[in-house]
């Protein structure tokens, strides 16, 4: 990120490196936490300029515990590439700002429960009346209508909701949370998809729309193999995807090894790398469903025969041969052959945390990759250089004297 002024004065800081598909389109990020931030980065990363709006208490994933002293993890890892505002919606002033903002703006976000925009003056058909080409992209956690609206709705409560949990905890077992907030991550996927459709089809019809997306659905989508209910079917079937027995991790010599081995060829292939040539070749045990069934004679062979070397040795011996993964921890990931072949992970600049790296850019694009990302901004870093920026735009578009 760079400065850039055309007559010598301090002005908004702008993207450096090749043009990516969203290039510029400007992004207001009224939103917090997880879903809806990160969809503004995913956002971000192919170009489009986007300013995070906060209130003057800051979002409040800044306030998250975390090992850094000068800012949390969590809000530096889904917040990248964004300007920083801060906004008392409450204020007239602020509020007078925020609509210069959206005249000019193709995009707002915001996480509110379905109640709240009306209150602060912000919701869809108060916006649209000042620019129809607004794309207006609502998170919420269980949609805009039913007996649920008005609940607050976190990516943990959404699992243990819809039935995650059950299904990730042992059998006969207490339900299990999935970590890493996958219910939120897949929502700010959805965000971001969303607002690239919405503003596809403005270019046909010249207006924007309201896009909705809940943490309900985040989670539904996610499970879309085990919603199916055939007619006829009991309420307690096996809804699971997991295919039993050989798929799945498995000790070795030293370290985890995750193998899936569904396929015949992979069978075969897994059962000759470790000394098992005859297994595979056992029509007994010639397909998934009845592998599973074997799986208590199955598993105790395998596990004697991973025994004989390490998790990354294994990893090496299949190679192609068989789909498998050592258990690795997330800090091996930052040096991995393969993420540093993709170029994952740049290195960034912060004002107050200093030199770090993370991660960088969802998606290729081969002829438009996207600018080059930037770090987080601090509460509030830019305010005051977007205020002149969007006074100077606000003069510019008032009608002159007859």
């Given at each position: ?23 510029g ?8 936490y ?30 998250y ?37 959206v005249?000019t ?51 943990q409560?959404?699992?243990t909701?819809t ?5 990730q ?22 965000v ?21 997306v ?11 193999a ?15 995807m ?23 060829h ?94 960088t ?21 830019h305010?005051e ?18």
């Amino acid at each position: 990120m760079r400065s850039k002024s055309d007559d010598g004065e301090n002005t908004l800081p702008v993207r450096s490196g090749p043009a990516g598909p969203l290039s510029g389109l400007r992004v207001l990020d009224l939103s917090a936490y997880i879903a809806g931030p990160y969809g503004c980065s995913l956002l971000a990363d192919q170009g489009a300029d986007v300013i995070k709006i906060e209130p003057p208490v800051g979002d409040n994933l800044r306030k998250y515990p975390s090992t850094l002293e000068a800012e949390s993890r969590a809000f530096i890892g889904v917040n990248r590439s964004k300007l920083g505002m801060v906004l008392d919606l409450k204020q007239p002033g602020d509020h007078a700002t925020l609509m210069e903002l959206v005249r000019t703006a193709d995009v707002l976000v915001h996480n509110f429960r379905p109640s709240v925009p009306a209150r602060l003056g912000i919701a869809f058909e108060q916006l649209t009346e000042i620019n129809p080409r607004l794309v207006y992209c609502s998170v919420t956690g269980y949609g805009d209508e039913g007996p649920l609206k008005d609940k607050a709705g976190y990516d943990q409560v959404l699992q243990t909701m819809t039935g995650m949990c059950a299904l990730q905890g042992k059998a006969g077992g207490a339900p299990e949370i999935l970590y890493g907030s996958v219910v939120d991550y897949y929502a700010s996927a959805l965000v971001a998809s969303g607002v690239a459709s919405a503003l596809y089809e403005r270019e046909r019809s010249g207006r924007g729309q309201h896009v909705g997306v809940s943490l309900l659905r985040a989670a539904l989508t996610m499970q879309s193999a085990r919603l199916v209910w055939a007619e006829g079917e009991p309420r307690a079937v096996g809804r699971d995807m997991r295919s039993g027995g050989i798929t799945g991790i498995h000790p070795t010599k030293e370290g985890y090894l995750y193998i899936s081995a569904n396929t015949p060829h992979f069978w075969t292939a897994l059962c000759d790398k470790v000394g098992l040539p005859e297994v595979g070749a056992d029509a007994r045990y010639d397909t998934v469903r009845k592998r599973a069934e074997h799986h208590a004679t199955l598993v105790p062979m395998l596990h004697q025969a991973l025994a004989a070397q390490t998790a990354l040795e294994w990893e090496a011996l299949f190679g192609d041969g068989v789909p498998c993964a050592a258990a690795r921890t997330v800090e091996d990931m930052f040096d991995h052959p393969q993420v540093v072949a993709e170029d994952m992970v740049a290195t960034f600049e912060h004002p107050a945390l200093g030199s770090y790296r993370g991660f960088t850019r969802a998606i290729k694009f081969d002829r438009t990759p996207g600018p080059d990302p930037f770090a987080a901004p601090m509460l509030g870093q830019h305010t005051e250089l977007l205020r002149a920026a969007t006074a100077v735009q606000a003069s510019k578009e008032e009608p002159g004297p007859c």
